[in-house]
Protein backbone atom coordinates (compact mmCIF):
# COMPACT_ATOMS: atom_id res chain seq x y z
CA UNK A 1 0.00 0.00 0.00
CA UNK A 2 1.07 3.38 -1.05
CA UNK A 3 1.03 6.06 1.76
CA UNK A 4 1.56 9.42 2.04
CA UNK A 5 4.09 11.44 0.76
CA UNK A 6 6.23 14.20 2.59
CA UNK A 7 6.23 17.81 1.15
CA UNK A 8 9.55 16.95 -0.37
CA UNK A 9 8.68 13.93 -2.32
CA UNK A 10 5.12 15.31 -3.12
CA UNK A 11 7.43 18.47 -5.04
CA UNK A 12 9.52 16.06 -6.54
CA UNK A 13 6.76 14.04 -8.11
CA UNK A 14 5.63 17.15 -9.55
CA UNK A 15 8.53 18.38 -11.11
CA UNK A 16 9.44 14.92 -12.62
CA UNK A 17 6.21 14.16 -14.29
CA UNK A 18 5.31 18.60 -15.00
CA UNK A 19 8.64 18.68 -16.58
CA UNK A 20 10.73 15.43 -17.05
CA UNK A 21 13.67 16.74 -15.01
CA UNK A 22 13.86 17.30 -11.48
CA UNK A 23 13.86 21.70 -12.40
CA UNK A 24 11.02 23.98 -12.15
CA UNK A 25 10.93 27.09 -13.41
CA UNK A 26 11.50 30.09 -10.72
CA UNK A 27 8.19 31.55 -11.65
CA UNK A 28 6.21 28.64 -10.82
CA UNK A 29 8.06 27.66 -7.75
CA UNK A 30 6.13 29.50 -5.09
CA UNK A 31 2.40 28.29 -6.78
CA UNK A 32 3.99 24.39 -7.18
CA UNK A 33 4.36 24.35 -3.47
CA UNK A 34 1.27 25.71 -2.74
CA UNK A 35 -0.25 22.98 -5.15
CA UNK A 36 1.48 20.38 -3.05
CA UNK A 37 0.71 21.32 0.01
CA UNK A 38 -3.06 21.44 -0.94
CA UNK A 39 -2.61 17.91 -2.08
CA UNK A 40 -1.73 16.51 1.29
CA UNK A 41 0.72 14.00 0.35
CA UNK A 42 -2.07 11.71 -1.52
CA UNK A 43 0.01 10.48 -4.36
CA UNK A 44 -3.08 10.01 -7.24
CA UNK A 45 -4.09 13.56 -6.11
CA UNK A 46 -0.49 14.88 -6.99
CA UNK A 47 -0.53 12.47 -10.05
CA UNK A 48 -3.53 14.44 -11.38
CA UNK A 49 -2.91 17.49 -10.91
CA UNK A 50 0.35 16.82 -12.09
CA UNK A 51 -1.15 15.56 -15.09
CA UNK A 52 -3.09 18.64 -15.87
CA UNK A 53 -0.04 20.88 -15.21
CA UNK A 54 1.95 18.60 -17.36
CA UNK A 55 -0.74 19.54 -20.63
CA UNK A 56 0.25 23.43 -20.02
CA UNK A 57 4.12 22.91 -19.24
CA UNK A 58 4.38 21.67 -22.59
CA UNK A 59 3.46 24.91 -24.32
CA UNK A 60 6.58 26.73 -22.97
CA UNK A 61 4.52 29.59 -22.51
CA UNK A 62 5.30 31.29 -19.06
CA UNK A 63 2.12 32.93 -19.18
CA UNK A 64 0.17 30.24 -19.76
CA UNK A 65 1.37 27.84 -17.22
CA UNK A 66 1.44 30.59 -14.51
CA UNK A 67 -2.24 31.15 -15.68
CA UNK A 68 -3.04 27.52 -15.30
CA UNK A 69 -1.52 26.77 -12.23
CA UNK A 70 -3.28 29.89 -10.32
CA UNK A 71 -6.66 28.41 -11.45
CA UNK A 72 -5.42 24.61 -9.96
CA UNK A 73 -4.75 26.37 -6.75
CA UNK A 74 -8.38 27.86 -6.97
CA UNK A 75 -9.75 24.71 -7.99
CA UNK A 76 -8.27 22.68 -4.87
CA UNK A 77 -9.37 25.12 -2.47
CA UNK A 78 -12.77 23.62 -2.42
CA UNK A 79 -10.90 20.35 -1.20
CA UNK A 80 -8.39 20.53 1.29
CA UNK A 81 -10.25 20.31 3.93
CA UNK A 82 -12.81 17.60 3.17
CA UNK A 83 -11.09 13.91 3.88
CA UNK A 84 -9.15 11.84 1.49
CA UNK A 85 -12.04 9.98 -0.49
CA UNK A 86 -14.22 13.21 -0.59
CA UNK A 87 -11.27 14.84 -2.29
CA UNK A 88 -10.55 12.41 -5.06
CA UNK A 89 -14.44 11.51 -5.86
CA UNK A 90 -14.62 15.95 -6.90
CA UNK A 91 -11.35 16.81 -7.51
CA UNK A 92 -10.98 15.41 -11.24
CA UNK A 93 -14.12 16.57 -12.31
CA UNK A 94 -13.24 20.67 -10.84
CA UNK A 95 -9.49 20.37 -11.94
CA UNK A 96 -10.41 19.68 -15.86
CA UNK A 97 -13.15 21.53 -16.18
CA UNK A 98 -11.16 24.80 -14.87
CA UNK A 99 -8.66 24.47 -17.11
CA UNK A 100 -10.65 23.51 -20.22
CA UNK A 101 -11.26 27.32 -19.89
CA UNK A 102 -7.86 27.91 -20.48
Not at 29 to 54: H, K, N, S, Y
Not at 76 to 95: A, C, G, M, R
Request: proline share 4%; hydrophobic share 40%.
Amino acid sequence: MLGYLTSEESWKLIKLTVFDNPNCPRELEELGRVIVDMCRGLPLVIMLVAGVLARTASTGDMKVMQSSWKKVTESLKPFIYNDSETILSKLFHSVTMRCRLT
